[in-house]
């Protein structure tokens, strides 16, 4: 019997594969996986693959300097 | 030679022997007292990031993630010189760590996107016909479109937040993703424990079931923490 993650797993999984929406799984990837680390690290290249992920890769590039800036005006915790 | 980072879990968490990250390498742990740091090998000194390493790191985490292992996520693209130096930087981060691994202890990230689903709205009678030239008529067209898509990202808006009321006794913690990239309309992450995963898709489904058609909402998960235990090693 399969549990409980197994379950809802493969129900996300389908229904992804349903969707068959490569770009929003990207665009899901692209806002969590990266986000500042992109930035602060400064060892990322930030590469375009398609057409369709120049705009994608731009956002994700603004919004992580847009981080940097407000954490560097942020005082120490 | 230089390692790239997926994550950090408890100590003696073992990779499978068949596991493969970037580029294909194999995935190892590093043993870290009580901890271990899940690593490949990286021959560049600078890693560029692509859609498919991007996947691939997130799919490390995932299987660690349905092991039902906890584990601290690295964002992508931290590297570190070598294994001397990546220990020296995770016992820096010691009290991060800790405070990061009893956050996911037992948890997950779930999140749910929803986006414009290619369906148009229907034609309004009262909108000028593509046949029309003149620069007023495509200025109006213009306006009428900008009118639909404020329209649209507000549904959708409204959708994300009425799904998140209903998942409020499941959700532990909530990122709100702020200007989420196209297509992605609203986009919620969500800390959840590892009993609520499947209530939680379920709710959700149940939310893009009943979403317009002009809209989707599409549910990822169960992954690693990004949103809420990603620790800056270094």
């Given at each position: 019997m399969r549990n409980v993650d197994e379950l809802a797993r493969a129900e996300t999984d389908s229904m992804l594969e349903e969707e068959g929406d490569e770009p929003l799984i990207l665009s899901d990837l692209l806002n969590r996986v990266l986000d500042k680390g992109v930035v602060i690290s400064g060892e990322v290249t930030i590469a375009v693959a398609g057409v369709d992920l120049v705009r994608l890769d731009l956002r994700l590039l603004l919004v992580a300097v847009e981080r940097l800036a407000r954490k560097s005006i942020e005082p120490p915790a | 030679m230089p390692v790239h980072l997926y994550g950090v879990l408890e100590g003696g968490v073992l990779p499978a022997a068949s596991a493969r990250g970037l580029d294909g390498r194999p995935v190892r742990a590093l043993s870290l007292g009580a901890r271990c740091a899940w690593v490949s090998d990286i021959s560049e000194s600078a890693l560029e990031a692509t859609p498919q390493r991007l996947r691939e790191h997130d799919a490390v985490l995932r299987e660690a993630i349905s092991a039902e292992y906890s584990v601290v996520p690295s964002l992508?693209?931290?590297?570190?010189?070598?294994e001397a130096a990546l220990a020296a930087a995770l016992q820096r981060s010691a009290e991060s760590l800790d405070e990061a691994m009893a956050r996911v202890e037992g948890r997950v990230e779930m999140s749910f996107l929803v986006a414009a689903?290619?369906?148009?709205?229907?034609?309004?009678?009262?909108a000028p016909r593509e046949s029309g030239s003149s620069g007023r008529e495509h200025l109006l067209r213009v306006r009428n479109r900008i009118h639909a898509e404020r329209i649209l990202r507000d549904s959708a808006a409204e959708l994300a937040q009425s799904t998140t009321r209903l998942l409020n006794e499941l959700v532990v913690a909530e990122r709100v993703v702020e200007s989420p990239a196209p297509p992605v309309l609203a986009a919620r992450a969500h800390l959840v424990a590892r009993e609520n995963v499947a209530r939680y898709v379920r709710v959700v489904s149940l939310q893009a079931a009943s979403a317009i058609p002009e809209l989707r909402v599409v549910v990822r998960g169960p992954g690693a923490a990004y949103s809420f235990a990603a620790v800056r090693i270094g």
């Open positions: - | 992508f693209g931290q590297l570190h010189a070598d689903s290619g369906v148009a709205p229907e034609e309004n009678s009262a």
